[in-house]
């Protein structure tokens, strides 16, 4: 192993059933090492760990998430960096949601663990997997500071008029109910690239960002700072997603509940699981969606169309909420990936100075890069994300002071 661990950032991403980490120098950007733990409490669970060019797997069962994380650092250990005894810098903890208490990258330590767990009834799904990812961390690398990034805090501040619901305002109070938007590690590391290739300063910019991965999500950026986001009190709400339905009329939910006979948990599985792209065409994956709509499928077809549909509407929000806008940037699987998508979300808009040069959108590059025509008054921008270097760079600014 050509390089110790001591100068970078462990970037840990602890969800329901899995835990995504990478070891990262956060002054370079090189990763040394990536992987993730799949299946944690199934029969057969695993990991596949990449490092040096090399990828390493293992099956067996995991039975929670301390044995998951055992299992990384026993399989860093046996391809060449033993964590412990190097040490790192800094362990940084994606943290999914940090209500109103949290709005800035925080070093852990047991008050600030107890308050993430707190959070749980605003993301039941999320924050205990969070924080036991958090406590197994902790337990392994004792002496190590952690620090938690929260998905939500680039949106802490959200205009008064956008993260209201109008609904009875005690009751919103009392039950925290508000727009706290996600992804924004991403929103944030992006419209801070999207500036970066601009050559601008981003407080000059007005900026939509597309987030389009399994989770989608959009926001309208002024100055470097959101205006607006399009996922709400949960992530659920917004584009279209791959298994999420996003925008709903919430009468739907208390229509299921008396029509179809669901209980609560049902349509909350309904929504989240089973709806979306998934919902309508029965497949998740864009690459698949395109094959079948391809091959004749209307359902396919429908998915895309409702997809591209709903992205245009908040592209239309967003722009008059901006009073016009200088840079749209597409990020994650989707928006990285996708040609296609990038293309219809913007056909029609020259009248706004919105306009896709069709080579540039199809050429196959990896890098960030601008695809709209030379001399257009809008950027079109491809960048792809990087929440996990955006999270050890976070780290390493509070490690450091
Ligand atoms: P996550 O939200 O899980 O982080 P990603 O940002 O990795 O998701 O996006 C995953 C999605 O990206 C896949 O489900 C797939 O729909 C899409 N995707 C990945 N590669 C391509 C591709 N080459 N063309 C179109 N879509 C792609």
Redo the contacts with the bound molecule.
């Keep these: 192993m050509s390089k110790t661990a001591e100068g970078m950032v462990l970037v840990i991403n602890s969800g329901s059933s899995s835990i995504k980490y990478q070891l990262v120098d956060p002054d370079s950007g090189v990763v040394a090492a990536s992987g993730m733990v799949e299946r944690i409490g199934e029969d057969e669970g695993g990991i596949e760990h990449r490092a040096d060019g090399e990828t390493t797997e293992r099956r067996e069962r995991i039975a929670d998430h301390a044995a998951g994380l055992r299992l990384i650092f026993d399989t860093f250990a046996a391809t060449g960096h033993d964590l412990v005894r190097e040490g790192v810098r800094a362990v940084g903890h994606r943290v999914v949601h940090g209500g109103e208490v949290f709005y800035r990258p925080t070093l852990i330590d047991d008050d600030v663990v107890a308050a993430i767990s707190e959070l749980a009834a605003l993301a039941p799904l999320h924050n205990p997997a969070n924080v036991a990812g958090i406590e197994s961390a902790r337990a392994l690398l004792p002496g190590v500071p952690q620090v938690a990034v929260f998905d939500t805090a680039f949106f802490h501040g959200l205009p008064a008029a956008a993260k209201t619901y109008a609904i009875d305002a005690k009751v919103a109070a009392a039950h925290g109910i508000r727009k706290y938007g996600f992804h924004g590690t991403s929103h944030e590391y992006v419209s801070g690239r999207a500036a970066e290739l601009l050559g601008r300063d981003p407080a000059e910019l007005r900026q939509i960002v597309f987030h389009l ?3 989608a999500s959009a926001s309208a950026i002024r100055g470097g700072h959101p205006i607006d986001t399009s996922m709400g009190l949960t992530p659920l709400e917004g584009l279209v997603m ?1 298994t999420r339905s996003g925008d709903l009329d919430p009468g739907i939910v208390a229509h299921l509940a008396r029509s179809a006979h669901l209980d609560i948990d049902a349509i909350d599985t309904l929504l989240n699981r089973d709806s979306g792209i998934k919902g309508l065409s029965g497949v ?4 698949e ?2 094959r079948l709509i391809d091959g004749g499928d209307e359902a396919a077809r429908l998915a895309y169309d409702v997809y591209i549909h709903r992205l245009r509407r908040y592209l239309g929000a967003y722009l008059i909420e901006l009073g016009g806008v200088d840079a749209i940037t597409f990020t ?3 928006g990285e ?2 040609p296609q998508v990038r293309a219809d979300a913007l056909a029609g808009l020259g009248g706004f100075g919105i306009e896709v040069d069709p080579a540039a959108n199809t050429a196959e590059d990896r890098a960030a890069r601008r695809i709209s025509p030379p001399g257009a008054p809008v950027a079109v921008l491809v960048v792809p ?1 990087n929440e996990e270097l955006a999270i050890a760079r976070a780290a390493r600014q509070v490690v450091d002071g």
Excluded: E, Q
């Design positions: 991965g399994n989770g791959g998740n994956d864009f690459r969606l395109r994650a699987g989707v990936n996708s994300t």
